[in-house]
């Protein structure tokens, strides 16, 4: 889909924020409908947009309800400078990705059992970009034009590679979210995996991680309790931390 075009799609509130539930879960139309507050004849004709542009697919289950889910990542970006403005959208990049060939940006990739950590080396802005006060050959006075031009196509690749490193991150995430939801199989992966995320900025009570996950502290509590119980984190004083954090 056209990137000016998602970008109208997405300046509807309605959309994002039934974009936003989706994050969390699949729903039908009629949690959608009175998340939002509106009529279900809304929701429906929100959810075929969505659904046209490919951002959203649905699927029936066992009993004959039709449930709605976002379809697959998608980056959207909007650039605006004195010199530009443009928008551009991708789907996040394979993780299978070459990245050996980029000349600013390595990622480092190694695996901690089945689940994959990311560990990123990216070039500085000092280190990338020219100094403020290049000299020209004589030594004196500002840089001359060809080393404005080279500087210029240097800054517009570490652009395109931070941009291609921050799919193939995305992707990598989305990956790494899934494999944490299968540990949780007959229960809402996704609120687990939303939790650990939670916890990812460092610690956090129970009623900060409900603010985040929206859900009652008792039930992050519990949920807390039962990832302890797995090693995967622990109480410290009135937060929670990760227990790959301490160590």
């Known amino acids: 889909m056209d990137s000016a ?8 509130e309605n959309r994002r924020r039934i974009l936003r539930l989706l994050s969390r879960k699949p729903c039908y139309v009629t949690e959608i409908s009175e998340y939002l507050g509106v009529s279900p004849k809304a929701v429906i004709d929100h959810l075929q947009k969505l659904e046209d542009a490919g951002l959203v697919e649905s699927h029936v289950d066992d009993g004959r309800r039709k449930y709605f889910s976002i379809a697959r990542n998608l980056r959207l970006e909007v650039n605006v400078s004195p010199y530009e403005f443009g928008t551009k959208s991708a789907y996040s990049a394979s993780p299978n990705l070459d990245i050996t060939a980029w000349r600013h940006v390595s990622l480092h990739v190694g695996h901690d059992g089945d689940v994959p950590v990311a560990d990123t080396d990216t070039e500085t802005a000092e280190d990338a970009a020219p100094p403020e006060e290049n000299s020209d050959e004589d030594g004196e006075g500002p840089p001359d034009l060809a080393t404005l031009a080279a500087d210029l196509e240097q ?16 992707g990598r995430l989305t990956e790494t979210l899934d494999r944490i939801s299968a540990h949780f199989e007959g ?3 996704r609120f687990y995996g939303d939790l650990l995320r939670g916890l990812t900025d460092g610690p956090a009570t129970a009623e900060e991680l409900a603010r985040q996950v929206d859900a009652p502290p008792d039930v992050i509590t519990d949920a807390l309790e039962g990832l302890s119980a797995h090693g995967v984190v622990e109480r410290d004083g009135d937060r929670w931390v990760l227990v790959a954090e301490r160590s």
């Open 5 to 12: 075009a998602l970008l109208d799609l997405l300046g509807n």
């Open 187 to 189: 229960v809402d992966g």
């Open 155 to 170: 800054l517009e690749r570490l652009e395109n590679e931070l941009s291609m490193a921050q799919r193939w991150v995305q």
